[in-house]
């Protein structure tokens, strides 16, 4: 069972951009979270399909630290997103000039 | 048949990144965000690589997700309305900014090819749990033992950030 990985770096652009105009459009703060976790999955897709066409393991340990730093980031991101919710009492990426000079 | 398999995953998983962008009920792009990890899952799996398709499945689409579903059902989120209004520099600025986004995307698939070498065949521990171990456990110790130290501050400012204030 065996894909080829230029189909794969296809989607991944694909879903990549996806992710970028999800960040970019959205105004509620939980979905531009979501839309970078897509993107960051875009990257492990890329990563993976690399390590098949090269034969290396390389790719494949670096789909794993992605992981984890997207699971750290997620984790601080959503806690970030309770405190803001508990001082304005709404998620939009519009109120949140508070740091504005 | 197998590029037929692939082309179906594909389409599901442009279908649900699309929804995840674009639905207005955070819990539809949550499930859509899932259904695309998941076909991410299946494309590691094809691509040879068993074990980050495994943590994909456990990790990606079960711990992380679990934790958005729980911020959005604590939060009760309501539907967005409209769409965000932009400042003047970015109504001045997004047209040429978004041209030369699809300029250099069309370039990079459709430009000049750099021919990779032909690939050994690939042995048959390739993407399995022992290899990823191994190499996690000689080559990559530091960034190994790094990543929990990462995890361990992301743990204590997470529970900084949203713990309630005890004054």
């Known amino acids: 069972m065996e894909i080829n990985p230029n189909f794969c770096l296809s989607i991944s652009l694909?879903?990549?951009?996806?992710g970028t105009a999800g960040?970019?459009?959205r105004r509620s703060i939980i979905v531009i979270l979501m839309s970078i976790e897509l993107m960051l999955n875009a990257?492990?897709?890329t990563f993976a399909a690399f390590s098949a066409q090269l034969r290396s393991m390389d790719g494949q340990i670096f789909v794993f630290f992605v992981m984890a730093v997207a699971a750290a980031e997620a984790v601080v991101g959503l806690a970030i997103l309770i405190a803001l919710f508990r001082l304005r009492g709404e998620t939009d990426a519009d109120g949140m000039n508070r740091l504005r000079w | 048949m197998e590029n037929l398999f692939g082309l179906a995953i594909a389409f599901v998983?442009?279908?649900s990144g699309l929804m995840v962008v674009l639905h207005r009920n955070p819990m539809v792009n949550l499930v859509s965000l899932i259904i695309n990890l998941a076909s991410a899952a299946i494309f590691f799996l094809l691509l040879g690589g068993q074990f980050i398709a495994a943590i994909q499945v456990i990790v990606y689409a079960g711990?992380?997700?679990?934790l958005f579903v729980f911020v959005i059902m604590l939060l009760n989120l309501r539907r967005e309305l409209d769409p965000p209004k932009g400042g003047r520099i970015q109504k001045i600025l997004y047209l040429p900014a978004a041209l030369a986004l699809a300029a250099g995307l069309v370039y990079a698939a459709l430009g000049p090819r750099?021919?990779?070498?032909a690939p050994p065949p690939p042995g048959p521990d390739?993407?399995?749990v022992e290899r990823v171990g191994e190499l996690l456990f000689t080559?990559?110790?530091f960034a190994f033992e790094f990543v929990s130290l990462l995890l361990v501050v992301a743990m204590v400012g997470a529970v900084v950030l949203a713990k309630r204030r005890l004054d």
């Open chain 1, 23 to 25: 960040v970019l459009l």
């Open chain 2, 13 to 15: 998983a442009i279908f």
């Open chain 2, 126 to 128: 390739f993407g399995s």
């Open chain 1, 14 to 18: 694909i879903l990549f951009t996806i």
């Open chain 2, 114 to 117: 750099i021919a990779l070498p």
């Open chain 2, 139 to 141: 080559d990559h110790l």
């Open chain 2, 63 to 66: 711990a992380i997700m679990v």
């Open chain 1, 43 to 45: 990257v492990n897709l």
